[in-house]
């Protein structure tokens, strides 16, 4: 079955202790990026990767990074987590990179969770 | 620059009625649309995309959006909605060139009986 996932769902961890959320797509897809969501400002783009190597900075970068080693997996990496990080992270993938002729439909993971105390 | 701005944050209404969410976009190239629905505690999948041709787009679940070039507008419609299509829906653009999709804040549409 063709799917993003993502891990953990949820977790509760406390300010400065480093974290990182897993992101696994298995459609072969060149493009992947991290978007947060809030209440009232919708899904905010973090990084995303154009593909192996290739990664670059979404519209709110500032406490994350991102690595892609490997074209099925893009992790999100909270080297010392803060409160204002407390949200719900979306992993999402797509066919060719956005902007490279691709039309940058999407498909999402389910969403991780994270509230920093 | 792009942006998308979606006007009600929440719509209620009652089963069985039509329903139209609005969805205005911002974009100085051609662009891309879509709609993503968000049931609770899922993430977003696709409802429908305007790529090129028709300005008329069906997609799943019964839904519709028209593009409306001069208006830049991307209204979202059923004709008679049903307490399943409860969830968060979103309007995204992409202008074409664009790397990246940009997404409004959400409209939350609660069907009561």
């Known amino acids: 079955e063709a799917q993003v996932t993502q891990n953990p769902r949820y977790l509760i961890t406390v300010t400065g202790k480093k974290l990182t959320v897993t992101c696994s797509q298995n459609m072969n897809h060149e493009y992947m990026s991290w978007y947060r969501q809030d209440p009232g400002l919708g899904l905010r783009q973090i990084y995303y990767?154009?593909?192996?190597?290739?990664?670059d900075k979404g519209d709110v970068p500032e406490g994350y990074k991102v690595s892609r080693k490997e074209k099925r997996n893009f992790p999100l990496i909270l080297e010392s987590p803060s409160p204002n990080q407390t949200s719900l992270y979306f992993c999402a993938s797509s066919l060719s990179a956005a902007g490279s002729g691709g039309t940058g439909e999407l498909f999402f993971g389910e969403g991780s969770r994270l509230t920093v105390l | 620059a792009q942006s998308v701005t979606q006007l009600d944050s929440q719509v209620p209404v009652f089963e069985e009625a039509p329903v139209e969410l609005r969805c205005n976009y911002s974009s100085s190239v051609s662009v891309y649309l879509f709609w993503y629905v968000q049931y609770p505690n899922q993430g977003l999948q696709l409802l429908l995309k305007?790529?090129?041709?028709?300005?008329l787009v069906k997609g799943i679940n019964g839904f519709e959006a028209e593009f409306n070039k001069s208006q830049t507008s991307f209204h979202l419609r059923k004709p008679s909605v049903h307490i399943s299509d409860t969830a968060e829906y979103f309007c995204a653009v992409k202008g074409t060139g664009r790397r990246a999709l940009t997404f409004g804040s959400g409209t939350r549409l609660q069907v009561q009986p």
């Open positions: 990767s154009m593909n192996v190597e290739v990664t």
């Open positions: 305007y790529l090129s041709g028709s300005t």
